[in-house]
Nanobody, 115 residues
Framework: QVHPVESGGGLVQTGGSLRLSCSAS????????VNWFRQSPGKQRELVAS???????NYADSVKGRFTISRDNAKNTVYLQMNSLKPEDTAVYYC?????????WGQGTQVTVSS
């Protein structure tokens, strides 16, 4: 079983930065992909960024140039660096691990960007 755990959410002003972390049981470098999703009230959960086992990165158009996903194998952690935050980035952010078929979700961490 893989149990992703997110941390790093909080309240920040427009233009500020936050770094989210996702740790999981098992070797995070071996997973097929680690993804960050977000969901705000009344909206569907959307993919924000992903990193594959081979290090291929993917971003939603809405966050390109502002968010950066990275992986630290030594710390067994995937990060989401979020810069130039906007009120529309306010959401619960979830870490999702795709372990070559089975998919596991964390409990989420709240990010609130004040205007």
């Amino acid at each position: 079983q893989v149990h992703p755990v997110e941390s790093g959410g909080g309240l920040v002003q427009t233009g500020g930065s936050l770094r989210l972390s996702c740790s999981a049981s098992g070797s995070i470098a071996s997973f097929n992909a680690v993804n960050w999703f977000r969901q705000s009230p009344g909206k569907q959960r959307e993919l924000v960024a992903s990193i594959t086992r081979d290090g291929i990165l993917n971003y939603a158009d809405s966050v390109k140039g502002r968010f950066t996903i990275s992986r630290d194998n030594a710390k067994n952690t995937v990060y989401l660096q979020m810069n130039s935050l906007k009120p529309e980035d306010t959401a619960v952010y979830y870490c999702n691990v795709n372990n070559w078929g089975p998919s596991y979700w964390g409990q989420g961490t709240q990010v609130t960007v004040s205007s």
